[in-house]
């Protein structure tokens, strides 16, 4: 079966030979005027320039050309075997089996997705990731490792403990910057792939609306979920509702970051002054001049949840329109 990677690289193989036919990922909105031709069960699809001579003839021979490229199983090894399965559609899972992936069917498991910030990162990860028995650490790609969690033993609460400590332990000892997706717990093998989906639309969704670094379950991205679906100029327009030319002299990386803890210590004075190393009446006093700058006060749930939504739309807006 083929997968993501090997997908790319023949877009890849068929771009450097001139051809005019090209490979369309899942998502990606297809050509004005093209003939497409799509690879079942996968959901990826050839394209081709309906004025291109002899389209269809071109896309028959191109779907020839991937069917031939494909290795068989007999070569791959245990690894690349996995990573195929994992980036195999939903429907597709059912032709693999347990036993084929090393693997006992009943333990509950999730998949985690763990990123690097570089392309140096994936044989660091492979190589300093600690697993225990029954479990699964692959390379994925030149920055990024799949790590397939074991839940027999403990529950989504603990493995997102131990993903917070293998930020902490590889960007302190390691110096290596590592951002987390955590896909939700599956109890059979066969709905892995939909764990691992979930991984990597977690780190896409925690890197574009709170930046790289940290740890983001998929279960708990709810609000970044849906404001994925919202047209990044929207996003943008809202965003620039909170940053106002009077607000951004205010908001500077302290202000923004005494609002972050305040929001995740559930508005709490007394927890968040304690963690951020300051007295009652200075978080006091900050949360009065973004008052001030904003017309939200944090301490009221209404205007907190309305600040963290256009902070969270600001951050997006970021990176997308740099």
Same mark, same amino acid.
């Given at each position: 079966?083929?997968?993501?990677?090997?997908?790319?690289?023949?877009?890849?193989?068929?771009?450097?030979?001139? &051809?005019? +036919? &090209?490979?369309? $990922?899942? !998502?990606?909105?297809? $050509?004005?005027?093209?003939?497409?031709?799509?690879?079942?069960?996968?959901?990826?699809?050839?394209?081709?320039?309906?004025?291109?001579?002899?389209?269809?003839?071109?896309?028959?021979?191109?779907?020839?050309? #991937?069917?031939? =490229?494909?290795?068989?199983?007999?070569?791959?090894?245990?690894?690349?075997?996995?990573?195929?399965?994992? @980036?195999?559609?939903?429907?597709?899972?059912?032709?693999?089996?347990?036993?084929?992936?090393?693997?006992?069917?009943?333990?509950?498991?999730?998949?985690? #997705?763990?990123?690097?910030?570089? @392309?140096? &990162?994936? &044989?660091?990860?492979?190589?300093?990731?600690?697993?225990?028995?029954?479990?699964?650490? *692959?390379?994925? !790609?030149?920055? @990024?490792? *799949?790590?397939?969690?074991?839940?027999?033993? @403990?529950?989504?609460?603990?493995?997102?403990?131990?993903?917070?400590?293998?930020?902490?332990?590889?960007?302190?000892?390691?110096?290596?910057? %590592?951002?987390?997706? *955590?896909? /939700?717990?599956?109890?059979?093998?066969?709905?892995?792939?939909?764990?691992?989906?979930?991984? +990597?639309?977690?780190?896409? %969704?925690?890197?574009?609306?709170?930046?790289?670094?940290?740890?983001?379950?998929?279960?708990? #991205? %709810?609000?970044?979920?849906?404001?994925?679906? +919202?047209?990044?100029?929207?996003?943008?327009?809202?965003?620039? #509702?909170?940053?106002?030319?009077?607000?951004?002299?205010?908001?500077?990386?302290?202000?923004?970051?005494?609002?972050?803890?305040?929001?995740?210590?559930?508005?709490?004075?007394?927890?968040?002054?304690?963690?951020?190393? *300051?007295?009652?009446?200075?978080?006091?006093?900050?949360?009065?001049?973004?008052?001030?700058? /904003?017309?939200?006060?944090?301490?009221?749930? =209404?205007?907190?949840?309305?600040?963290?939504?256009?902070?969270?739309?600001?951050?997006?807006?970021?990176?997308?329109?740099?």
């Amino acid at each position: 079966m083929h997968d993501a990677q090997w997908f790319s690289r023949m877009a890849q193989r068929l771009k450097s030979a001139g &051809s005019p +036919v &090209s490979l369309i $990922p899942p !998502g990606q909105a297809v $050509p004005e005027g093209a003939l497409l031709k799509t690879l079942h069960p996968y959901s990826w699809q050839l394209s081709v320039p309906a004025a291109e001579p002899g389209a269809k003839a071109l896309l028959e021979v191109a779907a020839a050309f #991937l069917a031939a =490229d494909e290795p068989g199983p007999a070569t791959l090894s245990p690894g690349e075997r996995f990573l195929r399965f994992l @980036s195999l559609p939903e429907n597709a899972a059912e032709a693999y089996s347990p036993a084929d992936l090393g693997l006992r069917e009943n333990d509950p498991r999730c998949v985690m #997705l763990l990123k690097g910030a570089d @392309s140096q &990162s994936g &044989s660091l990860l492979a190589e300093e990731t600690p697993v225990v028995a029954g479990e699964i650490l *692959i390379p994925y !790609g030149e920055d @990024s490792a *799949i790590l397939v969690k074991n839940l027999k033993l @403990s529950d989504e609460d603990e493995v997102a403990e131990y993903a917070q400590a293998l930020v902490e332990t590889m960007t302190q000892e390691v110096g290596l910057p %590592l951002t987390i997706g *955590i896909g /939700t717990k599956r109890e059979t093998v066969r709905e892995l792939p939909a764990s691992f989906r979930e991984a +990597v639309s977690a780190v896409q %969704l925690g890197q574009t609306f709170h930046g790289s670094g940290g740890v983001y379950r998929y279960d708990r #991205l %709810l609000l970044e979920r849906f404001l994925s679906e +919202v047209p990044p100029e929207t996003r943008a327009r809202c965003g620039a #509702l909170l940053f106002s030319p009077s607000a951004e002299r205010v908001m500077n990386d302290e202000m923004l970051d005494t609002a972050r803890h305040f929001l995740e210590n559930d508005l709490n004075v007394a927890d968040t002054a304690r963690q951020l190393y *300051i007295h009652r009446n200075t978080l006091l006093y900050r949360l009065e001049k973004l008052e001030k700058a /904003t017309g939200l006060d944090l301490r009221r749930f =209404d205007d907190a949840m309305t600040f963290r939504l256009l902070l969270l739309c600001r951050n997006a807006a970021q990176k997308e329109f740099l």
